[in-house]
């Protein structure tokens, strides 16, 4: 079992920036070996795909809404992933999930989310 918690969520104006921050254990979960992700979910939306990170982490991968505004990092000392998030806009206010799984084509793990507002 997989406890992952998000945090960093709030309101920010157009343009300003947040950090989300997840946090994750277990007690047979190994974090540097486990690929870990972000995806978000708009009202009325399905949860997509924001960006990713293999335990390799120098292999990221991020959907092309967020890419180069968006920036995915891990501390496999600390066992954290986080999201440092950009120019945001409107469009990127959703509730923000962590993810953990054996690779990004099979998370299998999910936090309990953190809502990101962003104000036009």
């Known amino acids: 079992q997989v406890q992952l918690v998000e945090s960093g969520g709030g309101l920010v104006q157009a343009g300003g920036s947040l950090r989300l921050s997840c946090a994750a254990s277990g007690r047979t979960f190994t974090f540097s070996r486990s690929a870990m992700g972000w995806y978000r979910q708009a009202p009325g939306q399905e949860r997509e795909f924001v960006a990713a990170s293999s335990w390799i982490s120098t292999n990221t991968y991020y959907s092309d809404s967020v890419k180069g505004r968006f920036t995915i990092s891990r501390d496999n000392q600390k066992n954290m992933v986080y999201l440092q998030m950009n120019r945001l806009k409107p469009e990127d206010t959703a509730v923000y999930y962590c993810?953990?799984?054996?690779?990004?084509?099979?998370?299998?793990?999910w936090g309990q989310g953190t809502q990101v507002t962003v104000s036009s």
């Open positions: 993810a953990a799984g054996r690779s990004r084509y099979d998370f299998t793990d």
